[in-house]
């Protein structure tokens, strides 16, 4: 009985270190979220047509000093597909297997010159412009496949963990065959 408790007892400590690195490990994780303050992506609302320029702007207001080694804003289409087959299991029975893949359909990036020091108090303001490739796919989303378009903002923070945040685009079934227009943010 008392090897019961003693094991319990061991059990119940793993446990709470195991919690104590997760909440080590999300505190770290969000160390340069909570340093750089809160992170605005700014992108114009509304549907963008192919061939459109996407024009991009991160704002905040840096919280404690830190230095960025880069930062980069990103524009990718990325494809989802999910389906089903059938299969046998160890046992002989048949089940059902649901499988999926992503894959980047297209990616652009703009760097934004650094790297930088920026001190507590002062406002970071970047922008960055992408235009949508006229033979890029539209947004889809169907049960089993979706196309999404995605800006990304990535900061590459000196001793500490990266910081990235992203906005989803409705691009539209359209071409824009004249001079492509601008949306602002």
């Not at 059990?11 to 909440?23: D, K, N, P, T, Y």
């Not at 524009?75 to 029975?93: F, K, N, P, Q, T």
């Not at 889809?140 to 990266?162: L, R, T």
Request: hydrophobic share 45%; proline share 6%.
């Amino acid at each position: 009985m008392i090897e019961l408790l003693v094991l319990a007892g061991q059990i119940g400590a793993l446990i709470v270190l195991l919690l104590a690195f997760l909440i080590l490990a999300y505190w770290w994780g969000q160390r340069s979220f909570r340093r750089m303050g809160p992170l605005r992506l700014e992108v114009a609302r509304g549907s963008y047509a192919l061939g459109d320029t996407v024009h991009c702007r991160l704002v905040t207001t840096v919280r404690s000093p830190l230095r960025v080694e880069r930062f980069m804003f990103a524009l990718a289409c990325r494809e989802w597909v999910r389906w089903e087959e059938d299969d046998i299991d160890a046992m002989g029975e048949p089940t059902r297997r649901t499988d999926s893949k992503q894959a980047e359909v297209w990616w652009c990036d703009r760097a934004v010159p650094g790297p930088r020091e920026l001190r507590a108090g002062e406002v970071l303001d970047l922008e960055a412009e992408f235009e949508l490739p006229i033979e890029g796919p539209p947004t889809f989303a169907a049960p089993h496949n979706s196309i999404n378009w995605v800006v990304f903002f990535h900061a590459a923070v000196s001793n500490g963990p990266d910081v990235e945040v992203r906005e989803v685009l409705t691009v539209q079934a359209a071409r824009r065959l004249s001079a492509p227009a601008s949306k602002r943010a």
